[in-house]
C-alpha cells in the first residue's frame, strides 16, 4: 500500500515535471522564432535600407516655389507576411541608431512608431523615413531595428546588429523618424501600404 503510494506520487511528479518541461519549450520556441524574424501571426521576410531617396515631385496648376533640386531622404522598408485571415492591429517599432556630425560624434538613437489597422493575410510592406535635415546634420544611419507588435505582444524582430536588442542601451528620440503618411511620400504606391491608424488627438 505504501509502496503504491509513493509510486504513484513519483508518477504525478514526473508527469508535473514533463507538462512543466513542455510549456516552457513551447515559450522557448516562440520566443526564439520572434527573435528570428518572424511567428504564427508574422513573420519579416526582409528588411532593407533604402538611402539617397529622392523627394517625389507633383505637378500642381500653379508655379512652384521650391527648388529644383531634390534632396534625399533615408528610408527603411520592411517586407512581411502575415498568416491569420486578419490581424485587427500590427504596430511597428523602429529604432535607427546614428552618430550626430554636427555635435563631435555624439551618439543618438530616434524612435518611431506606426500601427497598421485590418490587415489581410498576406504579403505587406512597412517603411520608415529620415528628413534631409536630419541627414544633413547626422550623417549616415549605423544601424537599423523594427519590433512588431500583436496584441501588445512582440510577434517579430529584425535588426542589422548581431547584438540583441542594441536599442535598450539608450535613451530613445522621438519624433524624428517618420512613417510614410507624414511624409510626400503618403500618396506615392498608395494601395500597397495598408491604413495607418490615425495618432490619438491630444485633449
Same mark, same amino acid.
Given at each position: *500500500?505504501?509502496?503504491?503510494? $509513493? ?11 514533463? !507538462? ?6 513551447? !515559450?522557448?520556441?516562440? *520566443? ?20 539617397? @531617396? ?18 534625399? =531622404? =533615408?528610408?527603411? *522598408?520592411?517586407?512581411?507576411? @502575415?498568416?491569420?485571415? =486578419? $490581424? ?9 541608431? #546614428? ?6 560624434? !555624439? /551618439?543618438? *538613437? ?9 490587415? !489581410? ?6 517603411? #520608415? ?11 549616415? $544611419? ?14 517579430? @524582430? /529584425? ?6 536588442? =542594441? ?37
Amino acid at each position: *500500500m505504501m509502496n503504491r503510494s $509513493v509510486r504513484s506520487k513519483v508518477g504525478f511528479g514526473m508527469a508535473l515535471f514533463a !507538462a512543466v518541461g513542455l510549456l516552457a519549450g513551447t !515559450a522557448l520556441a516562440q *520566443m526564439a522564432s520572434a527573435a528570428a524574424g518572424g511567428s504564427d501571426v508574422l513573420r519579416i521576410r526582409k528588411m532593407a535600407p533604402v538611402p539617397n @531617396t529622392k523627394t517625389p515631385v507633383f505637378r500642381t496648376a500653379t508655379a512652384s516655389q521650391a527648388s529644383a533640386k531634390q534632396p534625399d =531622404w =533615408w528610408r527603411v *522598408m520592411v517586407e512581411f507576411e @502575415t498568416a491569420p485571415d =486578419w $490581424v485587427d492591429e500590427l504596430e511597428f517599432t523602429y529604432y535607427v541608431y #546614428m552618430k550626430d556630425q554636427s555635435n563631435k560624434g !555624439a /551618439e543618438m *538613437m530616434f524612435r518611431g512608431a506606426v500601427t497598421y489597422v485590418n490587415v !489581410a493575410k498576406g504579403r505587406h510592406y512597412s517603411d #520608415m523615413f529620415l528628413h534631409p535635415s536630419t541627414l544633413a546634420r547626422m550623417g549616415r $544611419v549605423e544601424q537599423v531595428a523594427v519590433v512588431v507588435k500583436a496584441k501588445g505582444a512582440v510577434v517579430a @524582430t /529584425e535588426s542589422t546588429a548581431q547584438t540583441a536588442n =542594441w536599442w535598450d542601451r539608450f535613451a530613445p528620440i522621438d519624433g524624428v523618424l517618420l512613417n510614410r503618411a507624414q511624409t510626400p511620400f503618403a500618396f506615392v504606391d498608395y494601395d500597397l501600404y495598408e491604413q495607418i491608424k490615425p495618432a490619438a488627438a491630444a485633449r
